[in-house]
């Protein structure tokens, strides 16, 4: 429809909350999320610093719908689908970012490989734009699997051009941190290079030899 026809966003001046006027308008947009991202490709492209969404994971248990129809584990085309239908919207995600913005996208270990795949693509944002997965914690107890517990899902990052992003790091706890030697990176703090103790036992010990020659014992 979008080939032919150009969506428009309609107010609803019932739903309206203004708390402040001198403050900066915040919009909500109901809708198709294809829709929503062509739009916003009228009126806001390249000056949108971060993106983060949160798209179907395409579990096969009707989280995903594709041409009207949900998409079932027993789809032989079911990863090429999910790969269609991100790859549009992804498209004009990034025409949305500033060179200095990021955009993160969180998933499963269902898609997160196919995912990198195609976020590594020179055509959308290529691998020399790649950030980092960042693992996170979803739940305590286990679950998803009989053979393996899972407890985390995946972060990918990812910048418009690498070459102009930059993060301003704060220090948490600056207090810890001192430069001493003037370092032009800015404060650090020396650490163990020791691994902690786990449940499942000592790691084995290793050495390193420093460039005096001493040796420390990890």
Avoid at 3 to 15: G, R
Avoid at 43 to 59: E, F, S
Avoid at 63 to 86: G, P
Wanted: aromatic letters at 10%.
């Amino acid at each position: 429809m979008c080939k032919k026809k150009l969506p428009v966003l309609k107010e609803v001046k019932n739903k309206e909350i203004i708390t402040d006027k001198d403050k900066p308008v915040n919009l909500l947009i109901e809708g198709d999320n294809y829709h929503a991202l062509l739009i916003l490709n009228y009126t806001h492209a390249k000056k949108v610093d971060v993106i983060y969404i949160d798209p179907p994971y395409n579990t096969g248990n009707k989280d995903f719908i594709f041409n009207d129809y949900y998409v079932d584990r027993e789809d032989s085309y079911r990863h090429s689908k999910w790969l269609a239908f991100m790859e549009k919207r992804l498209k004009l995600a990034k025409n949305l970012l500033k060179d200095t913005g990021v955009i993160f996208i969180s998933i499963d270990d269902n898609e997160v490989a196919q995912l990198k795949l195609l976020m590594d693509n020179p055509d959308l944002f290529g691998e020399n734009n790649f950030l980092s997965i960042i693992k996170w914690r979803r739940k305590i107890t286990g679950g998803g699997s009989n053979i393996f517990n899972q407890k985390t899902e995946y972060i990918l990052s990812y910048t418009r051009n690498k070459n102009r992003f930059n993060i301003n790091k704060e220090l948490t706890r600056p207090e810890a941190y001192s430069n001493p030697d003037n370092d032009s990176r800015g404060p650090w703090q020396s650490v163990t290079i020791k691994a902690s103790v786990t449940q499942a036992g000592n790691r084995k010990p290793y050495t390193i030899i420093t460039p005096t020659g001493k040796k420390i014992i990890g």
